[in-house]
């Protein structure tokens, strides 16, 4: 098949840092062709892929100090995206919402994942307006906030499975908390529930500007008074291995609807069990007794630490390459992929308009 996949700009695909998007959206695509289809990438200039490039800015939003507005530079992309459309079979979305009027007159061979959180009341009017725009979520609790919508599946995130290695004997006696400095993500238990056990605690996490307040009165003062804490700060994909696969097991102590959580299957892959608060996707991700343990409350996290250090590792990194790679989410879209009533009807044209073969399927 001939595939767009279109990522934010604010990342690199994949992101050198913290992204949990575009990393997925890497994962992804790096899959697809691997799988043998023919992908296009529509992201920022320094991004790294195997597919087809497409840079619509020099570098990552985020990482350009002459940027003040990214909407500007996704407009533009999405008017790249409207003069090729016609060149792919399925034309795969990963922002958001900016592009559903554009795509009107194509969208019956797109689909769409939804990667935040739906529960914010300034959404509900929006999905109403757009209710044919075929959706993926990437749990079945994501979905709950939404009016009726054109749901075209649940995709669970995948990793490729080589990306984290497992690691059956840790080196480290700590637990450990990684994603973002931010109030939902709840570091303030993660100190707590360590301190509560005797544990140390090693911390490593992006601070959003927006976020600052909340770090420098809440957090960094806690950090400071509790020996057994250790904020690392923002780590990359090479350094999370060790991190995450030394560590005795990964503290997820939301206070949010998350809609996945992708922290939770980079643990499994290194074999380290998860100790999550039952909130969003949480129930749906980790298989208790066997992955992690789900909890309600930091006591109830503190009363089993034992129970999860004790967890087999091998079983927690069996279970992420049964639920969680990357070909397995491949497979799972390109299902999806062919079951849009675009893709099925409109392919065979489009092909034959370009000069190309009228299979859709694998060429691998």
């Known amino acids: 098949?001939?595939?767009?996949?279109?990522?934010?700009?604010?990342?690199?695909?994949?992101?050198?840092?913290?992204?949990?998007?575009?990393?997925?959206?890497?994962?992804?695509?790096?899959?697809?062709?691997?799988?043998?289809?023919?992908?296009t990438l529509f992201a920022s200039g320094d991004s790294v892929t195997d597919a087809r490039l497409v840079p619509c800015s020099d570098v990552a939003l985020r990482l350009n100090p002459a940027v003040r507005d990214q909407l500007p530079h996704h407009v533009?992309?999405?008017?790249?995206?409207?003069?090729?459309?016609?060149?792919?079979?399925?034309?795969?979305?990963?922002?958001?919402?900016?592009?559903?009027?554009l795509i009107r007159h194509f969208a019956d061979r797109t689909v769409t994942t939804l990667h935040g959180r739906l529960?914010?009341?300034?959404?509900?009017?929006?999905?109403?307006?757009?209710?044919?725009?075929?959706?993926?979520?990437?749990?079945?609790d994501q979905r709950r906030p939404m009016p009726p919508v054109n749901w075209s599946g649940t995709v669970y995130h995948g990793l490729p499975v080589d990306l984290l290695p497992f690691t059956e004997k840790p080196k480290g006696n700590y637990l450990a908390f990684l994603g973002r400095i931010s109030p939902e993500k709840r570091p303030d238990r993660a100190i707590q529930i360590a301190t509560?056990?005797?544990?140390?605690?090693?911390?490593?996490?992006?601070?959003?500007?927006?976020?600052?307040?909340?770090?420098?009165?809440?957090?960094?003062?806690?950090?400071?008074?509790?020996?057994?804490?250790?904020?690392?700060?923002?780590?990359?994909e090479h350094q999370k291995a060790a991190f995450l696969g030394n560590a005795g097991a990964l503290l997820f102590p939301i206070d949010w609807p998350e809609p996945?959580?992708?922290?939770?299957?980079?643990?499994?892959?290194?074999?380290?069990?998860?100790?999550?608060?039952?909130?969003?996707?949480?129930?749906?991700?980790?298989?208790?007794?066997?992955?992690?343990?789900?909890?309600?409350?930091?006591?109830?996290a503190v009363e089993n630490i034992e129970w999860a250090l004790r967890l087999d590792r091998r079983k927690v990194r069996a279970t992420f390459e049964k639920r969680f790679t990357a070909e397995r989410m491949a497979r799972d879209y390109v299902d999806i992929y062919r079951q849009l009533p675009g893709t099925?009807?409109?392919?065979?044209?489009?092909?034959?308009?370009?000069?190309?073969?009228?299979?859709?399927?694998?060429?691998?």
């Open 344 to 364: 099925r009807t409109k392919a065979a044209p489009l092909r034959r308009a370009n000069g190309q073969s009228l299979d859709l399927q694998v060429v691998a």
């Open 260 to 300: 996945f959580g992708l922290v939770m299957i980079e643990a499994m892959a290194c074999g380290t069990p998860v100790i999550a608060f039952r909130c969003g996707s949480v129930p749906e991700v980790i298989d208790e007794g066997v992955s992690g343990v789900l909890v309600d409350s930091v006591q109830e």
């Open 1 to 39: 098949m001939k595939i767009a996949q279109i990522a934010p700009l604010a990342e690199s695909v994949p992101p050198k840092l913290y992204g949990g998007t575009e990393r997925i959206v890497s994962y992804l695509t790096e899959e697809l062709v691997a799988q043998g289809h023919d992908v």
């Open 119 to 140: 529960d914010l009341p300034d959404l509900e009017p929006f999905y109403k307006a757009f209710p044919d725009i075929p959706l993926v979520s990437i749990s079945n």
């Open 76 to 101: 533009v992309m999405l008017e790249e995206i409207r003069r090729r459309a016609h060149e792919f079979d399925v034309l795969h979305f990963h922002i958001d919402l900016l592009h559903f009027p």
């Open 196 to 236: 509560k056990v005797g544990m140390p605690l090693k911390i490593a996490a992006k601070i959003d500007n927006a976020d600052k307040a909340y770090w420098e009165t809440v957090i960094e003062p806690m950090v400071k008074s509790h020996p057994n804490v250790e904020f690392v700060s923002e780590i990359n």
